[in-house]
């Protein structure tokens, strides 16, 4: 019970609660809080033993500070209870405002629960307030918003008595004193962790970023940052030393231009096809001194944030030995190896491309057709030709009627685009109709056969036989305009293809050409003659690369026998 100098203890007792939670405010780390929450316990307010039981993430509680009995604190620190079995005993006994507390003569029960205890048996209490060993008094604590933090434990009040009112009261008020130390500990704990995990974010963010610079400037191919959208769209931000080196431009200059200012016209396609994520293309960059270098282009997407502005990252790589390489396997499989000229399978391919399918006469103007179908009309003579009721001849339209498109649009006769459809955007390549030059100019195919060219190889061996259609390959191609070609189709078989000649520009061009072959050749100190036979041969859709070929080869041969041996080597 009371006694008459309660006064006097509530200020001793208010001092010492004081001090003790002066010192809470003291302490740093989460456990240094916790230990100094236990002794403030049984140094202030007068009990002999005290527990804090913690919240654990999972919910249930462990007991994470004790203090008043070394054996008891290593017997149950660390130890969890759950929180089931916690909420039950804060359910119990005795409701003192926010405290609970369990008489012995109720707590019998919680003997074989999994909550963490160190009750002893005792005699039974000799008057109605004494503590019984097994009495329990538990402090919960909340923090602000409700949420169960802990449970404080006491145990045996040093005056042997349940607490009064005020020690009640003064034990409620370190509770709520505690919970707010252990909250702060908390957050100070968090908050230290989150500026470690800030430090070490930076540092790896610095760490990545030095890392970047590096493998961005020191990186042996080029390397360049470009701005996407807007309108400084592709405009280079940054470009390393190898790139500029490979260019020839400093990189203050760089800064100035996009890759479409230095890309080569005809790549400026193939640049703009490229997609920015993981684009890639082959084309060729513009250097200083005015040259080109082809180079391989990467594309990928870089953003300086989460949200942030997006950047173009650029690899260009210098392929310009290998696509020298590409090219020089090309030329290979494509010319012939000892002259340089282009070879059979490349003739065919040049030729092929200017033909098509269409049959070589062209089709029949509206007029032309009308007068071919009341042909021998007019003087009621059929001309034996079988017509109609009103001398209509039924087959003049072998197909469907089609008006010509007028002069200068798609599909009108002689303009780009004249074809089998509105959409033919091939120039068809008509013939002369004779030998007799009408104006038509057309597409001339002209098939060399050198003369006398066996005998050389047979008197003066393949050396010989090989320096002489060297300087054939050089007089024909002499004698032949730009855009030209001459082709050696294999043996001593030469093929000239030149477009835009009419029937006596053809013979003109093959008089030249004989005449350019047939002068003395020098190898090794000896002069030798080759004479050449020509067949003007002409293409013409509708035909066949190895057609036009045939009928170029045959017209030669008419040439070739049409004169005398002795003449064939004088030329």
Known sequence: METESEPYVRLATLRQLHQVVAELNTARSLADTLQTVVDGIVVGLGYELACVNLVRPDGDLVVAAFAGDPAAEALITGRVGSRASWERRLMMGESWDGLRFIPHTEGWVLLEDDVPQWHTDGPD???????????????????????????????????GR?????????????????????????????????????????????????????????????????????DQHGRLLRTNDALCRLLGRPASVLRRYSFSDLVHPEDIGTLLRTSAEGGRAELRLGRRDGTYVWVSLRNSVVADA??????????????????RHELQLAHRASHDSLTGLPNSAELRSRLGARLCRRPQSVRATAVEALDAAYEGHGGGTGGGTATGEHGFQPDAFPEPFEFPAAPGVPGAPGT??????????????????????????????????LDGFKSINDRFGHHTGDAVLIEVARRLTTGVRDGDTVAR?????????????????????????????????????????????????????GMSADEVLRSADQRMYIEKRSRSKAHRRAG
Request: a negative charge.
């Open 489 to 541: 189709l294999g043996g001593d078989e030469f093929v000239v293809l030149a477009d835009g000649l009419g029937a006596a520009d053809a013979a003109d061009l093959a008089v030249r050409l004989r005449n350019a072959i047939i002068p003395p050749i020098r190898v090794d100190g000896r002069a030798v003659r080759v004479g050449a036979s020509f067949g003007i041969g002409w293409a013409s859709c």
């Open 162 to 230: 349940r607490p009064g009112a005020w020690g009640r009261e003064a034990l409620q008020m370190y509770a709520f004193q505690a919970a707010i130390a252990i909250s702060n500990a908390r957050l100070r704990a968090n908050m230290q962790r989150a500026l470690v995990r800030l430090e070490r974010e930076q540092q790896a963010l610095r760490a990545s970023e030095e890392s970047f610079r590096q493998a961005f400037e020191y990186a042996p191919s080029g390397m360049a940052i470009a701005e996407m959208g807007g």
């Open 125 to 159: 209490p000799r008057f109605e307030d004494e503590w019984h060993p097994e009495d329990r008094l538990y402090a919960p604590m909340y923090a602000s918003g409700g949420e169960l933090l802990g449970v404080i434990s006491v145990d045996r009040p040093r005056n």
């Open 416 to 449: 780009p685009g004249a074809g089998v459809g509105p959409y033919d955007h091939h120039v068809h390549t008509v013939a002369p109709a004779s030998d007799v030059d009408d104006g038509t100019k057309g597409l001339a195919v002209l098939f060399c056969d």
């Open 306 to 323: 989460a949200d942030g502005p997006r950047f173009l990252l650029t690899h260009v790589e210098d392929i310009e030995e290998r696509k």
